[in-house]
């Protein structure tokens, strides 16, 4: 090489130096995501850049459309810091969102990446709306670098229409401004149902103007009991939403394409209106809103004409309030014993000529008069009902919806007598259940085991169903009761990241299920839990080992792996690992029985340490 070439390679290398240094790191979108779409078709090459000043085009005279370009430039804003432009003003290059009515699903959506352009294309404006979620858990989290999303066509549906969600503000008052977070979680996970569970034995929480004091007496309570003792916390617990705040929240949902379907539990989980009127139980009370828990015997009388009246007030302001086509009437949990020795409510057995048989009691078949009796006055109104399994005895209502919550019994029972049904197993789907067998050290909760393995393993359609009576599926919910959650903080550690399993037994397809799969794209969600600062559970982070024996060498291999490569850090010692252990690079060869405690690193996920004992199996040593 001569020196003039030498000198020409030198300041070649300080310009493309100078070059590295002057361009900003172009980080990469990375489309999968939770839940998975159904078809991600990658191009071989091209990229389109996210600049400072992209445009958002969006049709003209469509509110819809205009808040969908709102939300996209909020939750790119959000994770890259860049400030992309909403317009309606058509331009060669930038972020193009539109709607084509002709796709099979409304829901729907194609999102296509060129170097000049990003289309997304829904079925409706909430397809478009998903297609936007789907672009934004995509995005990295960067600050001050460049985004590149790389050019692709992605294709997706839903496998449900109904995917639901079901918060119980009930048994603790939950502020407006949680509801929404609650809500803003629902979008995120692609889920289009919020199931709000309103009315409890412990507080009323819907404002009902022609009924004050069920909100005035009922949504109170003098105090709650402590955990799981007997001792009580003496101090008053309550709160209620108004019907302007209700509104407020059914106009925050439906922008994020979520319908709010209320709850109004009846004829049981009715003491706080007992409380407030009296009259409407088989003793005449007096009753108190309860501050403990439980399923109590004191319902609605269902003998008295006044209980009639009852029902049609609170559900004629209910759906002047919630435009929802279902509204849920409970019929969970009744016991009938008030109603076995009541005589207004025998004598309406006699008058209605009900008579008990090897299927149902008389009164079983009572309660059926009542959920019918709710669903003629809704079905009148244009509604329709859903109520929970057990308003399969003593017959269904015409047009009843069910949803199955103890087991899939229920379900399967309505889909053979041709009924819409929405699967919620409780030992599946009950997000107040255990999120961890180690029981000891998560906080308090009702009971069961459901960690995030089990919930993403749900399967919503039974074997026992033909193809065609799988059809009455119409979806999946999970439900948070509060009756030991009682911040919303705690919630949200209850939620996460099981809401993410439940978003993938309802969107993705089931051939597209795979649980191993699913951890490796949790990590890119959980960096959006950071940025929203949500409290969620970590166990998926937690070290897990593979050991192996080798009888050759004499060692135990140990390999050590965390769902996100995070940096372990261990000890053979028994100490509790640090920082400054020693970093797991690579498999460790052991040779002394000893613990390993090893410890993963990251600036936001703390997880518990991994301690795994060691033994050496000598006898089989060459
Ligand atoms: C329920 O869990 N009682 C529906
Ligand atoms: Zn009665």
Known sequence: MTLKNKLLGLIGLS??????????????????????????????????????????????????????????AEYVKEKTGITLAPTTEAKRKGIILKVEENQEKPEGYTLKVTTDNVTICGGSEAGVFYGIQTLRKSLPVVQGEKVALPAVEINDEPRFDYRGGMLDVARHYIELDSVKRFIDMLAMHNINRFHWHLSEDQGW?????????????????????????????GKPHGGFFTQEEAKEIVAYAADRYITVIPEIDMPGHMLSALHAYPELGCTGGPYDVWCHWGVSKDVLCAGNDATLKFIEDVLGEIVEIFPSEYIHIGGDECPKTRWESCPKCQARIKALGIKGDEKHTAEEYLQSFIINYAEKFLNSKGRQIIGWDEILEGGLAPNATVMSWRGEKGGIEA???????????HTYLYFDYYQSYDRKSEPLAIGGKLPLERVYSYNPLPKELSAEEQKYIIGVQANLWTEYISTFKYAEYMLLPRLAALSEIQWSSADKRNYECFLSRLPRLVELYDLKQYNYATHAFNITSNLVQDTNEGVVKVALKTIDNCPIHYTLDGTEPTTSSPLYEDTLKIKEACTINAVGIRPNIKTRIFTQKVEINKAEQK
């Open 205 to 233: 929480r819907i404002e009902i103007k022609c009924r004050p004091l069920l909100t005035e007496k009922g949504s109170m309570r003098k105090e709650t009991i402590i955990g799981k003792t007997d001792k009580y916390d």
């Open 15 to 72: 310009v493309a130096g100078l070059m590295m240094f002057s361009c900003t790191e172009v980080k990469e979108a990375n489309y999968q995501i939770i839940p998975m779409p159904l078809d991600i078709q990658l191009a071989e090459q091209g990229k389109f850049v996210l600049t400072e000043g992209t445009s958002v085009i969006y049709p003209e005279n469509n509110e819809k459309m205009q808040n969908n370009a709102n939300f996209l």
């Open 415 to 425: 889909a053979h007598q041709k009924h819409k049904v929405i699967m919620t197993p």
